[in-house]
């Protein structure tokens, strides 16, 4: 292993990680590795996976978001966690060991 390398817990079936600047598809790389700001705040902590990360069946999403998708709330939620922004990971999966 690098030694600037993570171990982080992927879902078997999330979708692969799209590439920087592409629309979100859920695989979850980002917030499994650490938290946006608001991550930070719910989780508190900077690195490791974000507490409000849940995982639907299909992808990951925000439990935040989830619980507050309409009005003001959920704009806010949307800016702070950059939701529609595009993928701003630059972390790549290295695959199972």
């Known amino acids: 292993m690098q030694p600037d390398a993570r171990v982080i ?7 692969p990680k799209p590439a920087l600047g592409q629309a979100c598809n859920g695989c979850g790389v980002c917030c499994l590795a650490e938290p946006c700001p608001l991550g930070v705040l719910l989780s508190r ?4 996976a974000c507490v409000a990360l849940r995982w639907d069946g299909a992808r990951y999403v925000c439990g935040v978001l989830t619980a507050q998708p309409h009005g ?14 595009g993928c701003d990971c630059s972390l790549e999966p290295a695959g199972k060991p």
């Open 9 to 15: 817990r992927i879902h078997p079936d999330a979708p």
């Open 45 to 48: 902590r900077f690195k490791g």
């Open 72 to 85: 003001l709330r959920g704009w806010l939620v949307r800016r702070w966690i950059a939701a529609g922004a």
